[in-house]
Nanobody, 124 residues
Framework: QVQLVESGGGSVQAGGSLRLSCAAS????????MGWFRQAPGKEREGVAA????????YADSVKGRFTISSKVNAKNTLYLQMNSLKLEDTAAYYC?????????????????WGQGTQVTVSS
């Protein structure tokens, strides 16, 4: 079991930047994947970026070149999402997800563990 806690959301003007963090409650070992998802009101949850324990990353086309996923591993795993050049359509609740023995995927079914989410609001 692992608990995930997101932070770093907030309100920003279009063109601005935010950095999200996701703290795992434990060290996840040598085979795991973690990802960022988002859900806007009235829309399905969608994958934004993901990475595996080998460092391979994948991004949704809508955020390529603007968002960067990264992680820090010490006593616990921490996942980050650097979001630059934010657009109005990036407004959503952002969720961190994780699982073991997996490859990074942008599909929600690929993850068992989810955080509670952090809101990102982009205004004009």
């Amino acid at each position: 079991q692992v608990q995930l806690v997101e932070s770093g959301g907030g309100s920003v003007q279009a063109g601005g930047s935010l950095r999200l963090s996701c703290a795992a409650s434990r060290y996840m070992g040598s085979s795991y994947c973690m990802g960022w998802f988002r859900q806007a009101p009235g829309k399905e949850r969608e994958g934004v970026a993901a990475m595996d324990s080998g460092g391979s990353t994948t991004y949704a086309d809508s955020v390529k070149g603007r968002f960067t996923i990264s992680s820090k591993v010490n006593a616990k795993n921490t996942l980050y999402l650097q979001m630059n050049s934010l657009k109005l359509e990036d407004t959503a609740a952002y969720y961190c997800a994780a699982d073991y023995f997996c490859a990074g995927t942008l599909h929600t079914l690929g993850y068992h563990y989810w955080g509670q989410g952090t809101q990102v609001t982009v205004s004009s």
